[in-house]
């Protein structure tokens, strides 16, 4: 029998960047017939908010329904339940060393392709959000669309490294 893997990706409110993660990494497992992976994401603050509905129709591009996430924040009982914790930008990383002692995550980016870069959420990316749903919209496309062509290759080094 084959060991099972887990891998938990994080980012700030787990509504946005780290559900993108979790649920491509879920479908390209399905869709390669791969089984015995534990995949799940969490938030460093997570308070509680939806998902935004332009995060939903982008992976439901990908064939992907994510309509039942449900948000969770994150605890120090889930970094040691996982074999791979992926942090989406460097504060989550460093987020998770300042309040939990944890120094085994690794940047999503970094896992990918080797680019200690991070993952950007909305307000980062477009200081206008408030007023701009449009530049919203296709940043979260934009994201999403990158988040789902890096993920065998997540997939892949995860597999090598964990």
């Not at 390669?32 to 439901?60: F, H, K, Q, Y």
């Not at 309509?67 to 339940?81: A, D, V």
């Not at 749903?133 to 997939?155: F, N």
Request: hydrophobic fraction near 40%; charge should be negative.
């Amino acid at each position: 029998m084959i060991a099972k893997r887990s891998i938990l990706f994080v980012c700030t409110a787990n509504i946005f960047r780290s559900v993108s993660a979790e649920y491509c990494f879920k479908k390209y497992l399905k869709d390669n017939n791969i089984e015995n992976w534990n995949v799940g994401s969490a938030g460093i603050i997570a308070e509680p908010a939806s998902v935004d509905s332009e995060v939903l129709e982008t992976l439901a591009g990908f064939g992907i329904d994510a309509s039942r996430h449900q948000q969770r924040k994150l605890t120090r009982e889930m970094l040691s339940e996982y074999d791979a914790v992926v942090g989406m930008a460097e504060n989550h990383i460093d987020f998770m060393e300042s309040e939990f002692n944890y120094k085994r995550a690794i940047l999503f980016n970094d896992l990918a392709v080797e680019e200690r870069t991070s993952v950007w959420d909305v307000q980062d990316a477009v200081p206008d959000h408030l007023h701009n749903r449009p530049a919203v919209e296709r940043m979260i496309d934009t994201t999403i669309e990158d988040i789902h062509a890096k993920t065998p290759a997540v997939y892949r080094n995860a597999s090598e490294r964990f």
